[in-house]
């Protein structure tokens, strides 16, 4: 890889069609742009209507010839999820990137509309059930890529198979951690099924390093109540280790668009000596054991009621 690989490297992408989800800012807004600069068409997905909007009109203030669309997904409600789906496939016909992006940290325990606990739906449930149900769209374009976004925090992450809502056991680190080592296994695992099915479609995984952006900022609305003593700390950590949210786009935009990134390689943001370039990471060791990755991918069907029946096989 370039090790000095950025925005500029991004390869013509005119006639392209590309879904990013978590686009209202953040780390989410940088990819959607460069993506739009660089000639795809973006759809910028979602929950908030009016910070949406916003992100698209700022896109094309900076950038009047992009493509850009808001279609609203909550990925704490399945029926969002479900909804999205079939306006995108009334919209268009096929799709060559889908970045699975959007993400929460922090808070209390709270379950969403659907039940489960807020961390696993968003960061992950939410994200398995929408490229399911855009399986078949990703796999009418040759070379389509999936590109699911992961944190260093998955070292740390468990699935707790006896207890995924956190009901027994709460700590916000332990239910992010769970969640992102959740969509490193789901990453790797649709990547296996893919192949298996000759599909043509890539699954890739990626993290940004530690970006300045909206998590932790403190969402009251979300939340109930304002920062704990250990949200605000790692809200400051975070701050002061962060590198600015452009930078920490870089990694998924190398997994989403460079001719030469493999779904094997775990793409991530650098920090010193060279923040801000996408270097290859160390997988955990956790996210490629395969029996908990089928074991995640078969309750996550019944959790969502999407079944992944084109890519499905008994050979793994
Ligand atoms: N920043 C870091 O240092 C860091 C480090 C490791 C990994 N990450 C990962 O990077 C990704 C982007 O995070 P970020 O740092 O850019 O955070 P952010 O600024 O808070 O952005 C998160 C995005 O997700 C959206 N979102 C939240 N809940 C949603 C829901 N229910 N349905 C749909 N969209 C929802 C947010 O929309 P609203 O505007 O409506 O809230 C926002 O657009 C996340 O997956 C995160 O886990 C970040």
């Known amino acids: 890889m370039n090790p000095k690989w950025n925005a ?3 390869p013509d992408l005119r006639g392209r069609t590309a ?3 978590g686009a209202s800012g953040g780390v989410g807004y940088e990819i959607a742009f460069q993506l739009a600069v660089h000639g795809a068409h973006v759809i910028l997905a979602s929950r908030n209507h009016d910070r949406t909007s916003e992100a698209a009109r700022r896109i094309k203030a900076a950038a009047p010839k992009t493509s850009v669309e808001v279609q609203l997904l909550d990925l704490a409600d399945l029926h969002s999820v479900r909804r999205f789906t079939t306006t995108f496939s009334e919209r268009h016909h096929g799709l060559d990137i889908l970045v699975n992006n959007a993400g929460a940290s922090g808070g209390p325990h709270r379950l969403t509309k659907d039940g489960l606990e807020a ?3 968003i960061n992950y449930l939410g994200h398995f059930a929408l490229t399911g149900l ?3 769209r990703l796999s009418l374009r040759a070379g389509s890529r999936v590109v699911s976004m992961s944190s260093d925090i998955a070292s740390q992450g468990r699935i707790h198979f006896e207890d995924l809502q956190s009901q027994h056991k709460y700590g916000f680190v332990r239910a992010y951690a769970q969640s992102k080592l959740a969509n490193l296994l789901f990453a790797f695992e649709l990547d296996r099924r893919c192949r298996q099915a000759g599909n043509g479609v890539m699954s890739l995984a990626t993290n940004p390093g530690v970006a300045r952006s909206g998590l932790l900022i403190g969402k009251d609305a979300d939340w109930g109540r304002p920062r704990s003593g250990t949200e605000n700390l790692l809200r400051i950590l975070q701050n002061i280790l962060a590198q600015p949210a452009e930078k920490g786009a870089l990694p998924a935009l190398y997994q989403a668009t460079d001719p030469s990134a493999t779904s094997s390689e775990y793409v991530i943001g650098t920090k010193w000596p060279r923040p801000g370039y996408p270097s290859s990471g160390k997988i955990p060791r956790a ?3 395969r ?6 991918w078969e309750i996550s069907e019944k959790l969502t009621g999407v079944y992944y ?3 499905n096989t008994d050979h793994l």
């Open 291 to 296: 029996t908990t990755a089928r074991q995640l």
């Open 19 to 21: 879904i990013v989800t």
């Open 119 to 121: 961390h696993f739906q």
């Open 8 to 10: 500029a490297n991004i």
């Open 134 to 136: 855009l399986m078949s």
């Open 287 to 289: 996210a490629l054991d």
């Open 309 to 311: 029946t084109s890519i």
